[in-house]
């Protein structure tokens, strides 16, 4: 049996000024579901994200959020959410268990000393309590982060793009720390830039510009879009790439290593162009399936930057396949002191 909904909207619009940022966005998430945005920057992933829990209010809009209206309860819907931002933004100058101490405060955890001490334990904190977090390392950064976000025990945790500039091993420790939360029942939203990270999520979505274009779990994404690949190889690849975006049945060409990865949706025709191409030429091409990034870049060709594109220009239709600072941020704390506004 599915889990319930944690996050059920529809409509959902938001603009800044004459900048439509998110238009008419719908979106279920389940209790328990670790759900990845991917788009370019600037697409309007952290602002769907915050309007998805109450932390923003939309211009218009419905739809519920761990039970509440994201519009009429927002301040009930802020304190079950741990928000962990993508610049470290607690203090340089104290401890790792002096800023969760404080942070503790904030959110008026009941048994703070010993919510923090079992909150050390359970990120592996212990050994390093008494170190300065200006003198952590981004990985240990990270870490203290998420520590904070978990204090109060939130259901709902929002992470955008948390391993940035964050070594291999650190982001595998972090993401096994992210699915341990998800099987104890606490929804995860995640934005990121990483595909090994968004196949690690259950299901994605992709922003582009404000507007969601695809949904599902990372094969619905691909499969969703009907891409045909074939891979290039060989030793006189340098400028080939160009001279294929111009020819017909060419929709993507990017480069993988040493290789070359050209797609298109009509199989027959791209096959085609390619082997007349080839020919002769001493590359080799196979074919091979489609991975998420193929679609990730086939689908960031479409994109229209709003602050370039020309007016009246909007990205394609949508394709469903469901089946470090000293101190917070302030957009983070409420009147009561609390994160979430």
Not at 140 to 154: D, E, F, G, V
Not at 188 to 203: G, I, K, N, P, W
């Amino acid at each position: 049996m599915d889990a319930p909904l944690a996050i059920d909207v529809s409509g959902l619009n938001k603009h800044f000024g004459n900048r439509h940022v998110v238009k008419n966005l719908a979106l279920q998430v389940r209790e328990g579901e670790i759900f990845g945005f991917l788009g370019p920057n600037g697409s309007g992933k952290t602002t769907s994200i915050r309007l998805l829990c109450g932390l923003l209010t939309p211009d218009n809009g419905q739809g519920m959020c761990l039970g509440l209206d994201v519009i009429k309860d927002s301040a009930r819907i802020k304190p079950q959410v741990g928000y962990m931002t993508q610049r470290f933004s607690l203090w340089d100058d104290l401890s790792i268990e002096e800023n969760l101490d404080f942070v503790a405060r904030m959110f008026g955890v009941t048994d703070r000393r010993q919510t923090v001490t079992h909150t050390l334990e359970e990120l592996g904190l212990t050994s390093r309590r008494r170190q300065l977090a200006g003198a952590l390392s981004g990985g240990w950064k990270q870490r203290l982060a998420l520590a904070s976000c978990l204090l109060h025990r939130p259901k709902l945790l929002l992470l955008d793009e948390p391993t940035a500039g964050v070594d291999p091993k650190a982001r595998r420790d972090f993401w096994e720390e992210i699915h341990r939360l998800s099987a104890s029942g606490v929804t995860v939203l995640v934005s990121t830039h990483y595909m090994d990270e968004a196949e690690r999520c259950h299901r994605l979505a992709y922003i582009s510009y404000g507007q969601l274009l695809a949904s599902g779990t990372a094969e619905e994404v691909v499969s969703s879009l009907h891409l045909n690949t074939w891979e290039i190889s060989g030793h006189k690849l340098h400028g080939l790439a160009g001279k294929l975006r111009q020819l017909p049945g060419i929709e993507m060409v990017a480069s993988f290593g040493a290789t070359l990865h050209v797609s298109g949706r009509n199989a027959e025709l791209l096959q085609d162009i390619l082997e007349r191409t080839l020919a002769g030429s001493g590359l080799h091409m196979r074919p091979i399936p489609p991975s998420l990034e193929d679609a990730f870049i086939h689908l960031m060709q479409d994109d229209q930057d709003q602050y370039g594109s020309p007016p009246g220009n909007s990205p394609p239709p949508r394709r469903s396949c469901e089946g470090g600072g000293n101190r917070l941020d302030s957009r983070l704390r409420g009147n009561d002191g609390r994160y979430g506004e």
